[in-house]
Structures are given as C-alpha cells and as structure tokens.
C-alpha cells in the first residue's frame, strides 16, 4: 500500500470542476512535485489535502488510515504539515514562539500540571526548546531567533514558515510553491533544504512548484495537471517533454 | 484630601467592573474578530445566578459564587454554539447584529423570569467597612478591586503560561495557522466565550451589592465598559482593566467636583480627546501595513 494517496480526488463549484478525478500516490521518502499553468488546480490539491476544502467527490489516505473527513488540526497532529504560498505566521511573536507553537501537536502536559508547575512541565518544555533548537540550525536561522517576524524580510519569513512545520516533525510536509517570492540564491539554499529534509530528517515531501529549475533538482517524480485533470506523471525530464504537457503550457 | 482618596477608591471599585466587562469584550474579539454587544447583559445574567443561588435558594455566599460563574462559563458556551457559530464567516455586521439581539432576548427574558424589581444580594461584603485614620472604605468596593486584581494575575498567567493559553493567543493571531499546528480552533473559540461569560459573571456578582441587580443593568454598564475597551486598544488584556480603571475614576470624580451631568459626559469626553492623540488607544498596537 501506498504511504500516502489521493483516489478519484473532485472538486466541483458549480459547473466548474477545479480538481477532476484525480488519482495518485506518494510513497514514502518520495519527493513529488504538482505542476501546471496557473488554474490546472494544483492548489485546490494542497487545500483538498488540508481540509480547507472538502471533495465533492474522492477519498484520501496517509498510511492506510481515511482522513478525507478528517478536521484541519486532525491532520496536523497525523504528522502531515504544510507551508502556505503567501506565508501564514504568528506576526507579532517571535522567531522562537513561532516555532515553538509548532510543537503543540506534542504538548502532552495537562493544564492542571501546568497551574502547578510540576517539574515534568518544565522538562517536557526544555525538549521541545531543544527540538526547536536542532530545527533553527538545521536551517541558519540563529540570527533571527529572537526578532519579531513582522520586521524580517519576505525570504527569512519563508524559512522561518519551513522551520515552523518541521518543528512539528512531520511525517509528510506540504510545501505550497516554496521559491515563490525568493532570489536566485534563496531558492538554491530551499533546494538544499528540502533534499536535506528527506535524507536527513526522512521526511516525505508533496510540493506544489512554479520553478521548473528547482523542480527538476529536488522531484523524484512529478505531476502535471491541466484543467484540474493529470496530464502526465512520472520522472521530471519525462513529463516535461509530455507531448500534452506542452501543449498546455505553450497554450496549443 | 480625604474626600479625593474616597472618591479615588469608589472610582476604582467601579472602573475594575467596567475593566472586567470590557475585559469580556477583548477576549471575545481577540479570539474571534467579534465585538460581542451582549457582554453586559452577561454580566447581568451572572447577577442574577448569584441571586438564584444565594438569595434564592439560599446556598452560602461563596458556593453561590462559584455556582454563578460555572453557570455562566456553560451559557458562554452555549451562546457561542447557537447565535455566533452558525453566522461566523458572514460580515461583521450581521454578528454584530446577533450579538445586539442576544442582548435584547437576555434583557426580556431575564425581566420575566425574575421580574423587573431591584435585587439585593447579602454577601460577606455588605456592611463592614475598613478604617484608616479618618478614611472610611467600604467592604464591598474594596472586595471588588481585590477579586479584579486575583482574576486579572489568574488570567495573565493563564495566557502566557499554559499550552492552552498560548494556543488561544497562536487563534487569535493566525487561525489558519493555529489549524495547521494541530490546535482545534473551534473547540479554542468556545472556551474564550466560556472564560469571557465566566468573567462578566464574575463582574455581575461583586457587583450585585453595589447597584443591585435588575434586568437593565448590564445595558448601562455595558455601553460604559465598551468606551473602557477601546480606551485601552480593543485587544489589549491590560489594556482593558486600565481603560475601565480610568472611565471609573473619572466618572466618580466629575460626579464630585464638577456640577451636574458632567458624571455620565466626562467619560466620553476623555475618550474622544485619547481618541484624536491616539488612535489605536492606550495599549493598542500600531499596525502599518506592509506593502
């Protein structure tokens, strides 16, 4: 059985069929990445896999288990994390707090044990402090760990949205067009990353990516989606001389 | 001098139940971006809870206290899943006129469960009286300015040191975010009406020996606390008990030194002039939008 897979996915509004049985797998320590021309539904994905939306129609699996009718932070604490396009953080907290909310799907302590300040409370938050630590290295973040998100600039805040999910040590990170808004140089070091991800951290990787560079240095496979339908899947170099997949590019 | 100071402790008393009122207010639109105009007929409900279980019923002063404040934690609740969850996601306005409604239906309702007379509830606080030198200060207001501080110390910690605390401040600040961190926002959202009803609660019975406690009074101070909120930044935890703070003292002392009326003008007053200097308030944040 597949580690992760989407059967007959639909979503419909109305007449406008955003995701059309779409069907696919992703399997464990895979890096897939979604492509297609603005509107083919790549988002829609990512959303019907969060529980923004639910499916007109399909059922999605993560290690054998239905969570098509499962609530958003249901799937949070599965151990699937995701990372938003246009970057959703804490504004007014720091780098730290930001990540350390990010460890509250391993929050076992009871608020009664908090009210008294066991000594467990104190060591349960010391090992979530350290796991925050190790993500704040693994991502260079040290220069920024006690400053304000609202006054970091548009690439740190990115990194600092990926160190937020992997805070959580996820499972299976959504990543939601990662290079979007990053300078060449910037979107090099998310390359590094997200294959340090899977090698280091044994992370399975699903990504939605406009940047076909950066697509073709990470992906094990891809998927191409047109008009909520898949074109084509399969290695990176093959589905983009897909004879379809051009087509709708190129817009013949 | 003596008569500043007493007026200074009376204002105080009744700045702290605006504080908690607009308290109320606060952590309702923190949590969820709603202005809740019902606050104050919470804090009515909550008198007469008191007054069910102690004037009524007869139960001892402090059980009837808690008794009062778990009832009112449950209608929070309550009124969350029936009038504002149904309508979340709609504009402002349409909850906004919800919560407007939600008072109106309080206000009659409570009239014809209880009647429209005035109620007293005898409380420990009653009568007594501290005296130092020649200042004269009474139980009542003093047990007032007391429980705000406890209730206000209890709160904070509650907020920034417990995992529920901040997962309430991770919703308020990011509810798709908070989502994605594993936090069950709505569950979250109720418990904020639960704590925010339990407070008004909490107003209504240290109240009940002061004003006594009738179906209008949540009305009137409701439409004083809401002043306080935005005095203090509308979002600000500190922000709101200082802003009632103040509304208190100076009503209290416009009521003494000024001539008649001044007393229910010269709140306002304060808050347009802090208005024009300060727009966000006193506590608020400044927020400049990125572009």
């Not at chain 2, 969820?32 to 104050?40: I, K, P, R, Y």
């Not at chain 2, 006129?97 to 409380?123: C, H, N, P, Y």
């Not at chain 2, 003008?265 to 300060?278: D, G, N, Q, R």
């Amino acid at each position: 059985m597949s580690y992760f897979r989407a059967e007959n996915l639909a979503l419909h509004f109305g007449g406008l069929k955003a995701v059309d049985a779409v069907s696919f797998a992703v399997e464990k320590g895979e890096i897939l990445s979604i492509i297609g021309p603005n509107g083919a539904g790549k988002s829609s994905i990512f959303n019907l896999i969060s529980r923004i939306y639910s499916p007109t129609s399909g059922k999605i699996f993560f290690e054998d288990q239905d969570i098509t009718e499962q609530p958003p932070y249901a799937i949070a604490r599965l151990g699937i994390a995701r990372t938003f396009q246009n970057i959703e953080l804490f504004e007014n907290a720091t780098v730290l707090s930001n990540l350390l909310v990010g460890r509250h799907r391993h929050s076992t302590t009871q608020l009664w044990q908090e009210l008294l300040f066991l000594p467990s409370v104190r060591a349960n938050e010391k090992a979530h402090r350290r796991r925050v630590e190790q993500v704040i290295e693994f991502l260079d973040l040290e220069p920024y760990r006690d400053k304000l998100i609202s006054g970091l600039p548009y690439g740190v805040r990115k990194v600092i949205e990926l160190a937020r999910a992997l805070s959580s040590e996820p499972k299976l990170i959504l990543l939601d067009e990662p290079s979007s808004g990053l300078n060449v140089e910037e979107t090099d070091d998310m390359s590094f990353w997200i294959r340090d991800m899977r090698t280091e951290l044994g992370i399975t990787v699903l990504m939605v990516e406009h940047d076909m560079s950066l697509v073709n240095r990470v992906s094990d496979r891809v998927i191409a989606l047109n008009s909520g339908r898949v074109l084509a899947m399969g290695p990176p170099a093959e589905v983009q001389q897909h004879p379809d997949v051009v087509a709708a590019y190129l817009g013949a | 001098m003596l008569d500043f100071v007493q007026q200074l402790v009376s204002g105080v008393a009744l700045g702290c139940v605006y504080g908690l009122i607009a308290l109320g207010f606060v952590l309702v639109y923190k949590a969820t971006e709603v202005v809740n105009f019902a606050q104050g007929d919470l804090m009515m409900l909550g008198g007469f809870f008191a007054f069910t279980f102690i004037g009524m019923l007869g139960l001892n002063y402090w059980l009837g206290f808690a008794g009062a404040v778990a009832a009112m934690a449950l209608f929070g609740m309550l009124a969350e899943r029936l009038v504002v969850r149904p309508i979340l996601g709609y504009p402002q306005f349409s909850i906004i006129m919800a919560t407007i409604g939600l008072g109106f239906f309080l206000r009659s309702v409570s009239g014809m469960i209880w009647g429209t007379d005035d109620f007293k509830i005898d409380t420990p606080f009653s009568q007594g009286v501290v005296r130092i030198g020649s200042l004269v200060l009474a139980d009542d207001k003093l047990s007032v300015i007391a429980a705000t501080i406890i209730l206000c110390t209890l709160l904070y910690l509650f907020f920034n040191k417990t995992t529920l605390g901040t997962a309430m401040r991770a919703s308020s600040e990011n509810m798709l975010a908070a989502y994605y961190m594993g936090i069950p926002v709505k569950r979250v959202v109720s418990i904020v009406w639960a704590i925010s009803a339990a407070v008004a609660g909490c107003a209504g019975v240290l109240l009940a020996p002061i004003t006594f406690v009738h179906s209008n009074v949540g009305l009137v101070l409701g439409l004083k606390a809401f002043p306080a909120a935005v005095l203090g930044g509308f979002g600000s935890i500190p922000g709101a008990v200082v802003g009632g703070v103040l509304i208190g003292v100076i009503e209290s002392m416009a009521g003494f030194y000024l001539a008649e009326g001044w007393k229910d003008v010269a709140p306002y007053v304060v808050l347009l002039a802090v208005l024009l200097l300060k727009p966000e308030g006193l506590f608020g944040l400044h927020i400049r939008k990125k572009v």
